[in-house]
């Protein structure tokens, strides 16, 4: 009903059962290793699927934030009280399959390209704690709805870098961002969640969505600080990346500092072995 009837059905949709999902069952704390997911991608000029461990593995570099209460079915959150419902902040390594992505992505978004893990470092930081460093957000155009419009609108200045190492190498800095360089606020976030009536729990998990900044070395995946693999970066031994390699750990790390106060949020990190044969 919604669709152009001679294209009521996308290519992928006789090959994949096509879904999406928020899942908590395979987020995982810093230190744990990933294996390389498998799925169905389209090769470059191929007319039919293939299925096999994914060539394209990434990170993206996001932070998460945690809810600290309930609501009840059928209750908003508005975006002026959104900061109440959060209790902290963590980092959060969304790891994704590019190929798998962009054969299943259309049109209900990432499905077995994002499920497979996610990482997160091990102490969540109050926002109680980040209150200090509070700075202007980004203005927004067109203005959002009424919703969405925050009386009181800040981001929270949070410096992140994610580095790549491996055994044969020292980790080597890749990306350098900050959590300030997000569009939407959390406050944003958890009231457009809510407006429809969804409820929250305690202890649910919000990803940030993929921080990157202006410049090419603030870009926050592998997808774009390489932009699509046609500007490798080089590693300390010589060898190149487009996306990360089996035995390659990927480090985020994240604080803010301000009149000599840091909060540090440590690191969290992830090795990514191959794929299982099973």
């Excluded at 389209?42 to 990434?58: E, H, T, W």
């Amino acid at each position: 009903m919604f669709r152009d009837p001679e294209n009521a059905l996308l290519p992928n949709w006789k090959h994949i059962p096509v879904g999406y999902h928020g899942r908590a069952s395979s987020i995982v704390v810093s230190g744990v290793p990933l294996h390389r997911p498998k799925g169905q991608t389209m090769p470059a000029g191929a007319d039919q699927p293939v299925f096999g461990p994914s060539k394209l593995v990434d990170f993206e570099l996001e932070m998460a934030f945690v809810t600290n209460s309930y609501t009840e079915m059928g209750e908003s959150i508005p975006v002026d009280e959104a900061d109440q419902h959060i209790f902290g902040m963590v980092l959060f390594n969304d790891w994704s399959a590019r190929d798998i992505q962009k054969w299943e992505y259309v049109p209900l978004g990432p499905f077995l390209a994002k499920n497979f893990g996610s990482s997160i470092s091990p102490w969540v930081v109050t926002l109680e704690a980040l209150s200090p460093f509070k700075t202007g957000a980004q203005k927004q155009e067109p203005e959002p709805l009424p919703y969405l419009k925050e009386r009181e609108r800040f981001a929270l200045d949070i410096q992140l870098e994610v580095l790549i190492g491996s055994d044969a190498f020292e980790p080597k800095t890749v990306c350098k961002s900050n959590f300030k360089n997000m569009y939407w606020t959390m406050k944003q976030q958890l009231a457009h969640h809510t407006v429809n009536g969804c409820n929250v729990e305690v202890g649910d998990l919000y990803g940030s969505g993929t921080i990157s900044g202006s410049t090419p070395d603030s870009f926050g995946s592998m997808l774009e600080l390489t932009w699509r693999g046609e500007n490798p970066i080089e590693m300390p031994d010589g060898t190149t990346r487009k996306f990360i390699n089996d035995g390659d750990t990927v480090i985020m790390k994240g604080f803010a500092e301000k009149d000599g106060v840091r909060v540090g949020f440590g690191e969290v990190s992830a090795k990514l072995l191959p794929a299982k044969e099973k």
